[in-house]
């Protein structure tokens, strides 16, 4: 799913221990500087990707956290359940053994250096399940494929595919049909949270200051 590209940069970030400058006004909601620098290094840890603070960088960490607090917003709207820290802990748990071979040490250091804390990675983990669960909540009721777009799909994508692959015989269109399926429900999610985006960005005022966008 494409929301995935910007999943990590969603993250509600902790109060800033220090007054700063304010980056992005998203109607009455302040994004400040350091909550911008804040979410740029725990993307950097959590995605394992170079940290950059140029001003383009910035930016386009400012334009994820305007799309968080859009989701917010929508989230407090509705009768959406927030999931459990549980649940997140086992993502957590997963990422420590795949990146740190459940090396206690190794993890904290990670921590250490990237200046982020042990909470904010769980709180990480958190707003990843509530963005992927609430987006499933909805949009995915609206969504229904045609028995002709699931032949136009096997046709098109799925056979090409799979003869590139291998040599095998294909499965029939009724065995493929779940998968396929799922591959449109996805792309018609994705189309859907693009327009919903764009549409509530034209519903809300967005000012930057441009000041802290100049540079490293």
Known sequence: MRLLVFLFALLPSTAAEL?????????????????????????????????????????????????????RR??????????DSEEAAKLLAGFKRSRFQDDEM???????????????????FLWQLTVLRFIEFRFRPGVQITPTELRDHYDRKFLPA???RTTDPPPSLADATPEIEETLVQ???????????????????IRYSEEVFEGS
């Open 19 to 71: 007054i700063d400058r304010v980056a992005v006004s998203v109607g009455t909601t302040v994004i400040t500087e350091s909550e911008l620098l804040e979410q740029m290094r725990l993307r950097a840890l959590l995605e394992d990707i170079p940290l950059a603070l140029d001003g383009e960088s910035k930016r386009d960490a400012a334009d994820r956290l305007i799309q968080q607090t859009l989701i």
């Open 74 to 83: 929508e989230i407090e709207t509705t009768r959406y359940v927030i999931p």
């Open 106 to 124: 190794l993890y904290r250091a990670a921590l250490r250096k990237s200046r982020v804390t042990a909470d904010e990675v769980l709180a990480g």
């Open 162 to 164: 799979w003869r590139e």
């Open 187 to 205: 792309e018609r999610i994705d189309n859907q949270l693009d327009r919903w985006i764009s549409l509530s960005r034209t519903q809300v005022s």
